[in-house]
């Protein structure tokens, strides 16, 4: 009976340094820092989520949705190209510095945009 009992205890103490060692320590947030993190993330969400709304629209018709095609068979393709040099062609092609035979096209397009758009669209094509 005894050694039966003793058994007892011993699970009893083993289980409850299992259940110890398992436990984790949970740190709450304080609302506020709950707040300020779900506006950040709102924030980053829908900058991305713009710039890449407004690619499709406005871009990957053309340009693929990966930026990897010749647009209408004719443009370089601009995957790979970095922000600056993307940024450069399309301010070029708003004040007639830079294009080919189908610069007109792409200045349509690009005019509409505000100057804004276009940093975060060269930014965005950059990294595809
Ligand atoms: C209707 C098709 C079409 C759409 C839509 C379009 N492009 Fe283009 N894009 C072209 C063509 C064609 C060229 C080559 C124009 C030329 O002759 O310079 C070009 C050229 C470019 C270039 C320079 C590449 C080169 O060949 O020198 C960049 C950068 C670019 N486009 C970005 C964009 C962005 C950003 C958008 C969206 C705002 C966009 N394009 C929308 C057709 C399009």
């Keep these: 009976m005894r050694i039966i009992l003793s058994m007892i205890v011993l699970l009893f103490l083993i289980g409850c340094g299992e259940e110890k060692s398992t436990q984790t320590q949970v740190i709450q947030p304080t609302k506020k820092e709950e707040q300020t993190a779900t506006i950040q993330i709102q924030k980053v969400a829908s900058k991305v ?38 940024l450069n062609a399309l301010n070029g092609y708003i004040n007639d510095s830079y294009g080919g035979d189908s610069k007109a096209l792409m200045k349509s397009r690009v005019t509409k945009l505000s100057s804004e758009e276009i940093t975060s669209l060269a930014e965005y094509i950059s990294k595809l």
């Design 49 to 86: 989520l713009t710039t890449q709304e407004l690619f499709v629209k406005e871009c990957s018709s053309c340009h693929g949705k990966n930026a990897d095609k010749k647009a209408l068979g004719k443009s370089q393709i601009i995957k790979g190209w970095d922000a600056q040099k993307i």
